[in-house]
């Protein structure tokens, strides 16, 4: 495989989406989802990610050459999945490797499953059942100092998130009205086990302006639809999301892992594709923003590549606005 560059696809082939970015032992390790060739039409409820498997990759340095380590799950593996393995995360603790996914389950509803592994690369054995109470998609997994663990989770539409405003899943909810608050990512304490969620520490996230009132359905520039996201960077919690149709990954800051998260800005502007999913890491001193776009497909929002690229703060701890494509300036 050929050394990456930033802001250009770091897999060719294949296409992944979603990246996870995470360093374990040294190295960077990445868990995208696996996009499939086809020719379905797309439509809001995601139908056209159709993705069944996952690959694991790793660097020894951002400029190194990116190895694939193969498929470590596929659905066929999980008693309980059905389809549409979605975007996935890893984490460490107890001399354990954890990796978490979204499908759809016998009822196609989104559940989050768990795997183990021994090692970052995998293999990952999943456990026979989803992570009880765990619905949407999306899961990002928050080892803090501490060494206490969180899971975020959510996304609108096919993500199924707004299906379970009355904690119970409804097939054909209310819209939220455009001056209500938005909906906001789901939040548990993770037990020692790193696969059951602690005992009433569920809640929805708030993210507010910098006036404290919360960001409102009908502000499709600012408020979450899906990627939730967690770093800390000097003491501070940043959680970053997708927009959704308007294509932004925004960021909000907090004291708190659990919020309210106060809305800062746009971390990246908007990719060829229909949206894009983030993470963000600390490698070697500095940090770095994974995502995907569609530019290696051609546009086809189904057929997507991971990039990544530098992120710089600001003195007071905000982020730059990135441009995906500065080539093209």
């Known amino acids: 495989m050929t050394k990456p560059e930033q802001n250009k696809p770091i897999v060719t082939h ?3 989406a979603d990246p996870s970015a995470h360093v374990f032992e040294g190295k960077l390790y990445i868990y995208p989802s696996h996009d499939l060739e086809h020719d379905e039409p797309s439509n809001d409820n995601g139908d056209q990610y159709k993705m069944e498997d996952y690959h694991v990759f790793s660097m020894e340095d951002v400029d190194s050459e990116v190895v694939d380590h ?6 066929n593996d999980v008693p309980w999945a059905s389809r549409q393995m979605w975007a996935p995360d890893a984490a460490f603790k107890n001399g354990k490797y954890y990796f978490y996914f979204p499908a759809r389950d016998k009822d196609g509803i989104f559940r989050i499953g768990v795997a183990t592994g021994d090692r970052p690369e995998g293999p990952f054995t999943p456990e026979e059942n989803y992570m009880e109470g765990s619905y949407s998609i999306d899961p990002a ?18 993500g199924q998130l707004e299906k379970w405003q009355t904690g119970e899943y409804v097939e054909n909810p209310e819209e939220i009205p455009a001056d209500a608050p938005a909906l906001g990512p789901i939040f ?3 037990n020692e086990d790193m696969k059951s969620f602690k005992e009433g520490t569920k809640k929805e996230i708030a993210i507010v302006d910098k006036d404290g009132n919360p960001i409102l359905a009908g502000d499709e520039e600012r408020r979450f639809f899906e990627a939730p996201w967690i770093h800390k960077y000097n003491g501070k919690y940043y959680l970053s999301y997708s927009t959704g149709n308007t294509h932004k990954i925004a960021y909000a800051i907090s004291d708190r892992p659990d919020g309210p998260f106060v809305y800062q800005g746009t971390i990246l502007n908007p990719v060829l594709g229909w949206t894009t999913h983030q993470s963000i890491v600390e490698f070697k001193g500095k940090w770095y923003l994974f995502y995907h776009d569609a530019s290696l497909s051609g546009g086809l929002n189904h057929q997507r590549s991971m990039k990544f690229t530098e992120i710089t703060y600001n003195e007071d701890g905000t982020i730059q ?9």
């Not at 193969?70 to 659905?75: A, D, F, M, R």
């Not at 606005?321 to 300036?329: F, H």
């Open 14 to 16: 294949l296409y992944t």
């Open 70 to 75: 193969g498929q470590v799950l596929h659905v």
């Open 141 to 158: 997994v928050f080892v803090d100092d501490d060494n206490r663990a969180y899971m975020y989770v959510g996304g609108l539409w096919g």
């Open 188 to 190: 548990w304490e993770l």
């Open 321 to 329: 606005t990135i441009d995906p494509y500065p080539e093209e300036k």
